[in-house]
């Protein structure tokens, strides 16, 4: 059975650019719909409302809608009126061809002031003696009743008569009125298989139904609309029969596994190298997706992973131990991994790093400048002169040494004579 979403108010919503906010009239008429949802919380300011020819058995979450003025439940499955008190703005009312039996509900529309109009036409209801009466007296405010005009010496009279019609009013509400008030979609759940579309896809099954005579009462309306549901699914399944799934190759003819990733997941496999002694598989399932909803199937030269009909399959380079291996799901991520020791596990060690090729990546790296320890002069024996000039067992780098010495001497014994025309006055203070 249909329901109310948020895709079909869309759907019903183009004449307002399938704007829900903003909506003031919809049509939900033809659509099988069981209950009344959603329109209070994505219609808030609905003033029409069309809700005829479904199998909606309760009148409800309409108490929001504070702008509705006009509200057609014909043809449904309603029973009881009820929750109406808070459609503050209600001014029509149509619930013709329903299964209201008693007529003392409409005093729950004596909080609707503004109501105008009411239509109970086909109800059973209307057939007992003082039903005009009744609802003339109790909806002062009433104007027009079943298509017909209240006139105000109707009311009067209405007013008058209905003390000595309330006895056969009451016994009208007693005979009629079945035990069971609300009929819903769970009383039929047991009787599912009577609609399964295959048991209609003959054309005397669905003449058959249409001759068969039934009472007209909430439970054959609503069955009445299943087997429809029914009938026009067989229908479409005729027309459009579903097309054979393409079965799966999983191998090639000669028993080869063949690699498959249907849900393109960016795994990763581990341990392929020499040194390892197991392989790894880092498989990236969707996080919130329920454990028991995952298959996996571990096999010496492949591993499969199956996630709501899509499969992933992985030809392993070299054999596994299936019943020694294990697999983990994380917490966090959701990635399972499994880890899968190898049949012929490694000989070779995996070589330990030298310390001078362990790199410290967060330290700075510092260079040092290499020094030549000639260049390092002999302060004990920086120059060995006689007479004015180096020994003989002077280096080379003494004797440099000793030229630069020299040359300093000779410019601080040279002293400048002064000029001819100098006079030295002492009340002038030396340069230093």
């Known amino acids: 059975m249909g329901r109310i979403t948020i895709s079909l108010l869309r759907k019903r919503a183009e004449h307002n650019d399938m704007e829900l906010a903003t909506l003031e009239e919809i049509s939900l008429h033809q659509e099988n719909l069981e209950r009344i949802e959603m329109l209070d919380r994505a219609c808030p300011?609905?003033?029409?409302?069309?809700?005829?020819?479904?199998?909606?058995?309760?009148?409800?979450?309409?108490?929001?809608?504070?702008?509705?003025?006009?509200?057609?439940?014909?043809?449904?499955?309603?029973?009881?009126?009820?929750?109406?008190?808070?459609?503050?703005?209600?001014?029509?009312l149509d619930l013709t061809i329903n299964f209201i039996f008693n007529v003392k509900d409409v005093d729950r529309l004596k909080a609707n002031q503004h109501l105008r109009e009411l239509y109970l036409t086909g109800n059973p209801c209307t057939t007992y003696n003082g039903y005009r009466e009744y609802v003339v007296t109790a909806l002062p405010s009433l104007q027009l009743l079943d298509g017909k005009e209240v006139l105000k010496s109707e009311r009067i009279k209405a007013r008058q008569d209905l003390p000595e019609l309330m006895d056969e009013i009451n016994e009208g509400i007693e005979e009629n009125t079945p035990d069971e008030i609300i009929i819903t979609s769970?009383?039929?759940?047991?009787?599912?298989?009577?609609?399964?579309?295959?048991?209609?896809?003959?054309?005397?099954?669905?003449?058959?139904?249409?001759?068969?005579?039934?009472?007209?009462?909430?439970?054959?309306?609503?069955?009445?609309?299943?087997?429809?549901?029914?009938?026009?699914?067989?229908?479409?399944?005729?027309?459009?029969?579903p097309k054979p799934k393409k079965k799966k190759k999983m191998f090639k003819d000669d028993g080869t596994p063949l690699n498959m990733n249907e849900g393109e997941w960016n795994f990763q496999l581990e341990g392929q190298d020499i040194y390892s002694a197991n392989l790894v598989l880092d498989f990236p399932c969707y996080k919130y997706?329920?454990?028991?909803q995952i298959d996996l199937d571990v096999q010496p030269t492949y591993v499969r992973i199956t996630i709501k009909d899509h499969v992933f399959q992985l030809r392993l380079p070299e054999e596994v131990h299936p019943d020694k291996g294990n697999a983990q799901r994380s917490q966090i991520t959701g990635h399972l991994i499994v880890t899968m020791p190898k049949v012929n596990p490694p000989r070779v060690k995996k070589p330990?790093?030298?310390?001078?090729?362990?790199?410290?990546?967060?330290?700075?790296?510092?260079?040092?400048?290499?020094?030549?320890?000639?260049?390092?002069?002999?302060?004990?024996?920086?120059?060995?002169?006689?007479?004015?000039?180096?020994?003989?067992?002077?280096?080379?780098?003494?004797s440099s040494l000793f030229g630069a010495y020299s040359g300093i001497r000779n410019m601080a014994k040279h002293v400048r004579e002064n000029d001819a025309d100098f006079v030295d006055d002492d009340d002038v203070p030396p340069l230093e």
């Open 45 to 92: 300011h609905l003033k029409i409302l069309y809700l005829q020819n479904n199998i909606i058995s309760v009148i409800e979450n309409l108490n929001r809608l504070k702008s509705l003025v006009y509200i057609n439940l014909a043809l449904n499955n309603i029973q009881i009126i009820q929750n109406l008190e808070s459609v503050e703005s209600l001014e029509k």
């Open 352 to 398: 330990a790093k030298k310390p001078e090729e362990v790199s410290h990546d967060n330290q700075p790296k510092t260079e040092k400048l290499e020094v030549s320890p000639v260049l390092a002069p002999d302060y004990k024996n920086i120059l060995k002169v006689a007479d004015g000039k180096p020994s003989s067992n002077t280096t080379i780098e003494q």
């Open 289 to 292: 997706v329920d454990t028991s």
């Open 186 to 241: 769970g009383s039929l759940d047991d009787e599912d298989e009577k609609f399964d579309p295959n048991n209609f896809k003959e054309d005397d099954t669905q003449s058959e139904y249409w001759q068969e005579e039934v009472e007209h009462t909430p439970r054959s309306r609503f069955e009445m609309h299943k087997k429809q549901e029914a009938m026009q699914l067989a229908e479409d399944l005729k027309k459009n029969p």
